[in-house]
């Protein structure tokens, strides 16, 4: 294989005003959860794989014993008004070169499907623990802008850059006069941040008036709250014990 490759699972019949989410792994593997599990919840059914050689030299194993090709998958969920595709993915390309690869072939792919709008999801590290997390966003249309804070979405609150697929594919995808916006939940960005990807997945379900059930994505993230606030406290009495360093923030998890 000497470049990315899309292997379609069926001909897609025409569309219903399409739109693609881009859920790939990440700080804090928001965009990952979030586009597993709605493409699970919504039963999506899955149209195409993504293949590259800018993803690294393994397999996966199976519990059934066998074993694939590390891929991007595209899910199709048909809806009333808009038909959605979410894209999830098992790892981004590891080269600079190569995410501009992949991202223009999935670019390439959902332009043909008539997509006209692309959403990838990810985080935004804050190096801090928090309960109720924030959601920012960032467009390539500042027309947009007004009509997604009405979902509670936060613009111009970020700084620095975002790296990977999460920037790549929406800010490629507005040269080929699509619009891109990107969502990053906030997150510590050293643990799966199941609690942010929520309040994402709740988001994007108002967004494309879509019927998704939070009751399992709810109970994982109690979990994960719960692990991590163990954590948390242990590393605090253990600084505090060692240092004397009672009432500072632990802000600073691996």
């Known amino acids: 294989m000497k470049e990315t490759i899309i292997i379609e699972k069926e001909k897609v019949k025409k569309l219903k005003n399409p739109a693609v989410v881009i859920g790939l792994p990440g700080i804090g593997l928001i965009g990952q959860v979030v586009s597993k599990y709605i493409a699970k919840e919504l039963k999506a059914k899955k149209i195409a794989v993504l293949y590259s050689p800018h993803f690294p030299h393994q397999v996966l194993m199976t519990k059934r014993g066998t074993m694939r090709l590390i891929r991007n998958s595209f899910y199709l969920h048909r809806g009333k008004k808009r038909d959605l595709i979410i894209l999830v993915g098992d790892i981004q390309a590891m080269s600079s070169q190569g995410q501009y690869e992949v991202a223009g072939k999935i670019i390439d792919y959902v332009s043909g499907l008539g997509v006209k709008k692309v959403i990838s999801v990810g985080g935004y590290s804050t190096g801090t623990m928090v309960d109720k997390r924030k959601i920012f966003g960032l467009a390539t249309n500042p027309e947009r802008i007004s009509k997604l804070k009405k979902y509670g979405i936060l613009f111009g609150e970020t700084k620095g850059s975002i790296v990977g697929a999460a920037g790549i594919i929406?800010?490629?995808?507005?040269?080929?006069?699509?619009?891109?916006?990107?969502?990053?939940?906030?997150?510590?960005?050293?643990?799966?941040?199941?609690?942010?990807?929520?309040?994402?997945?709740?988001?994007?379900?108002?967004?494309?008036?879509?019927?998704?059930?939070?009751?399992?994505?709810?109970?994982?993230a109690k979990k994960s709250e719960k692990i991590i606030k163990k954590l948390e406290d242990e590393i605090k009495k253990n600084l505090e014990t060692a240092f004397g360093q009672q009432g500072q923030t632990v802000s600073y998890i691996r």
């Open 170 to 220: 929406p800010s490629l995808a507005a040269l080929k006069g699509m619009e891109g916006v990107a969502i990053l939940g906030e997150t510590h960005g050293g643990y799966v941040d199941t609690a942010a990807a929520r309040e994402i997945v709740k988001l994007l379900s108002r967004y494309f008036d879509l019927t998704i059930s939070l009751k399992r994505i709810d109970e994982r």
